[in-house]
C-alpha cells in the first residue's frame, strides 16, 4: 500500500503529460504569414498580450497589437506600452546624434561635464561617456543600489554611483547596470540644456515621425497600457509605477506604429530623405563600442551562420520586450508584451522573433514550442508536490511510530537514529534554500536579484519553491518533534 500511495503524484503527473502531449494543436504547422503567426502564438505562448512591428526589406511590412494589457484592454498598433531596456538604444542614438553635431565629446569624461561625478573612494573620476554605453565603466550592481525606486529625479538617480565601488579598470570588462546609461541621459540634458524626454523627442522621435513615443510616459496618464505578472499562464495584474529617472535606461513609452518606423530607419536609413543619423553612423550603432566586448550603441551583438543580428530584451513593470535588428538583411522585428515572465523572456520571446525573421526572409516557420503546455505541467506537478507534502506533514507522527516500529523489531537504535539525523539536517538544508534563492539567480543573470524582483519574474515557480520549503521544513520539525522522546533501544538486544 505504501508503495502505491508513493506512486501516485507520478502517475498524475505522468497522465497530465501525456494529455498535454496528445491535445490536438491549434493553428497550422507552418506559418507563412505575420498575421496569423502572432495571432495564434499568443495564446499558444501564454502572453496576455502584445504588440509587433516587422521590417522587411528596409521598409514596414506590419505592425499590430494582439490580446489584451494587464486591465483588460484591447491593444492595437497605436496602444502606448512601456519598452524597458530596449529603450536604451534610442538613448545611444540619440548620444551619437549629439556627438555628431559636436555638443557632446563621448571620450571626455563624464566629470567634466558632471564635475560631481565619481564612485566611491574617489574612483570613476576619468570614465567617459562612450564607456557608460559601452557598460564597461567597471562597476557592477552588487556595490550599489541600481534600482534607487526612491529617487525623485535623474539627477537623485545617478549620484547613486557616489556610492558604488569600481571593481575592475574602465573599459575592460562588461556589466550592465542601469545607472549607467541615466548618467548619460543627465550628461546629455547638461550640453543640451533641455530634458532627457525633451531631446530624444526633438532628436530623434519628431524625425523619424514618432508621434505616438514619449520618454516621459506618466505624462500619458490613463492612456498608458498596464503591464501584468504570470502565475502559471495566468494574467496577474501589476500596477503602473512612476520612475522620473528611468527614462534613459527604459521607461519609455512606444507604439507598434512607431516601433515600425524607428526599426525602419535602423534597417535602412538611407531610404529616409532627411534621416537623425547618415547611414554610416547608423552601421557604427551595431559595432562594438570598446574591442572585445560584443556590445553596441545599446545593442548587444551576435553573428549566426554569417549573418550578423543586434538585440536587447527587456523586462519593466509587468512588460517585456525583444527587439532585433538584422543589419546585412535590412530586417528587423519588435515585440512587446503586456506581460512580464522570466520563461516568456527566456523561451517564447527569442523563439517568436527568430520566427518571424524566417517568415520575412524565408517564406516560413515552423510551430514552435507551447509555452502554455509547459505551464499547465509544472502548474500540476507544483500542486501535486504540495499536496504530497502537506499529507507527509499530517502524517508526521504515523511516520514517526513506523520508526519506532522498525526500530524496536529490529532491536537496534540505528533507524530512530538515522530518522533524526535526516529531519535535522532537512531544517537548515531549506532554510539556506530559501535564503540562497535571490542569490543564485542573481549569480545566474550577472545582476543582483532582491526577494521582490524573483517574485516578479516569475510568481508561480517562486511561490512554489518557497512553498515546498516551508512545508517540507514544517514536516521535518514535526517529526523531529515525535521522534524526540522515542528510546532508543539497546544495540545488539
Known amino acids: 500500500?505504501?508503495?502505491?500511495?508513493?506512486?501516485?503524484?507520478?502517475?498524475?503527473?505522468?497522465?497530465?503529460?501525456?494529455?498535454?502531449?496528445?491535445?490536438?494543436?491549434?493553428?497550422?504547422?507552418?506559418?507563412?504569414?505575420?498575421?496569423?503567426?502572432?495571432?495564434?502564438?499568443?495564446?499558444?505562448?501564454?502572453?496576455?498580450?502584445?504588440?509587433?512591428?516587422?521590417?522587411?526589406?528596409?521598409?514596414?511590412?506590419?505592425?499590430?497589437?494582439?490580446?489584451?494589457?494587464g486591465s483588460g484592454r484591447a491593444l492595437d498598433a497605436h496602444s502606448p506600452v512601456l519598452l524597458g531596456s530596449p529603450a536604451k538604444t534610442m538613448t545611444a542614438c540619440t548620444a551619437l546624434i549629439l556627438a555628431r553635431r559636436g555638443r557632446l565629446d563621448l571620450d571626455k569624461p563624464v566629470s567634466s561635464y558632471l564635475p560631481w561625478f565619481g564612485f566611491a573612494d574617489g574612483k570613476g573620476r576619468d570614465?567617459?561617456?562612450?564607456?557608460?554605453l559601452a557598460e564597461s565603466s567597471g562597476v557592477s550592481d552588487d556595490s550599489f543600489d541600481d534600482s534607487h525606486e526612491s529617487a525623485p529625479d535623474l539627477d537623485s538617480a545617478v549620484r547613486s554611483l557616489l556610492?558604488?565601488?569600481?571593481?575592475?579598470?574602465?573599459?575592460?570588462?562588461?556589466?550592465?547596470?542601469?545607472?549607467?546609461?541615466?548618467?548619460?541621459?543627465?550628461?546629455?540634458?547638461?550640453?543640451?540644456?533641455?530634458?532627457?524626454?525633451?531631446?530624444?523627442?526633438?532628436?530623434?522621435?519628431?524625425?523619424?515621425?514618432?508621434?505616438?513615443?514619449?520618454?516621459?510616459?506618466?505624462?500619458?496618464?490613463?492612456?498608458?497600457?498596464?503591464?501584468?505578472?504570470?502565475?502559471?499562464g495566468a494574467r496577474l495584474s501589476r500596477p503602473l509605477v512612476s520612475r522620473p529617472y528611468g527614462g534613459p535606461s527604459g521607461y519609455l513609452a512606444s507604439t507598434a506604429n512607431d516601433l515600425g518606423s524607428y526599426l525602419a530607419f535602423l534597417a535602412a536609413p538611407q531610404n529616409l530623405s532627411n534621416p537623425p543619423l547618415p547611414p554610416r553612423y547608423v552601421r557604427m550603432l551595431f559595432q562594438p563600442i570598446e574591442p572585445k566586448i560584443d556590445f553596441g550603441y545599446g545593442w548587444f551583438l551576435d553573428t549566426e551562420k554569417g549573418h550578423r543580428s543586434a538585440f536587447h530584451d527587456g523586462a519593466l513593470d509587468g512588460f517585456s520586450s525583444r527587439l532585433v535588428v538584422w543589419p546585412d538583411q535590412k530586417a528587423a522585428i519588435a515585440v512587446v508584451a503586456t506581460q512580464d515572465s522570466l520563461l516568456q523572456s527566456l523561451i517564447s520571446l527569442p523563439e517568436l522573433t527568430e520566427g518571424a525573421r524566417r517568415i520575412m526572409l524565408d517564406g516560413g516557420t515552423p510551430r514552435p514550442f507551447p509555452l502554455l503546455r509547459l505551464?499547465?505541467?509544472?502548474?500540476?506537478?507544483?500542486?501535486?508536490?504540495?499536496?504530497?507534502?502537506?499529507?507527509?506533514?499530517?502524517g508526521a507522527l504515523r511516520w514517526a511510530k513506523d520508526v519506532k516500529g522498525r526500530s524496536e523489531a529490529k532491536g537496534v537504535p540505528g533507524p530512530i537514529r538515522f530518522a533524526r539525523f535526516r529531519a535535522i539536517l532537512g531544517i537548515p538544508l531549506r532554510v539556506f534554500l530559501v535564503a540562497a534563492l535571490p542569490w543564485s539567480l542573481g549569480h545566474i543573470f550577472d545582476r543582483s536579484v532582491s526577494w521582490r524582483v524573483a517574485f516578479a519574474l516569475e510568481p508561480g515557480v517562486v511561490s512554489w519553491f518557497v512553498a515546498a520549503c516551508f512545508f517540507g521544513l514544517l514536516r521535518n520539525t514535526a517529526r523531529l518533534a515525535w521522534l524526540r522522546g522515542a528510546p532508543l533501544p539497546p544495540a545488539g538486544r
Open 1 to 69: 500500500m505504501r508503495i502505491v500511495r508513493r506512486l501516485v503524484p507520478f502517475v498524475v503527473v505522468a497522465a497530465a503529460a501525456l494529455v498535454l502531449l496528445y491535445v490536438p494543436e491549434i493553428g497550422p504547422e507552418r506559418y507563412t504569414d505575420l498575421a496569423t503567426y502572432f495571432r495564434v502564438e499568443r495564446s499558444r505562448q501564454a502572453f496576455t498580450g502584445y504588440v509587433v512591428a516587422a521590417v522587411s526589406s528596409g521598409a514596414v511590412m506590419y505592425v499590430d497589437g494582439f490580446g489584451v494589457d
Open 375 to 394: 505551464y499547465i505541467l509544472l502548474a500540476v506537478i507544483a500542486t501535486v508536490h504540495l499536496i504530497a507534502l502537506a499529507i507527509q506533514t499530517g
Open 163 to 232: 556610492r558604488a565601488r569600481q571593481s575592475f579598470p574602465p573599459g575592460r570588462s562588461f556589466h550592465y547596470i542601469n545607472t549607467g546609461y541615466q548618467a548619460v541621459g543627465l550628461v546629455m540634458e547638461k550640453v543640451a540644456g533641455e530634458s532627457f524626454a525633451s531631446l530624444v523627442k526633438q532628436r530623434l522621435f519628431a524625425p523619424l515621425g514618432m508621434k505616438e513615443s514619449t520618454a516621459a510616459p506618466a505624462e500619458l496618464g490613463q492612456a498608458l497600457c498596464s503591464g501584468s505578472g504570470s502565475f502559471f
Open 127 to 132: 570614465v567617459t561617456t562612450r564607456q557608460l
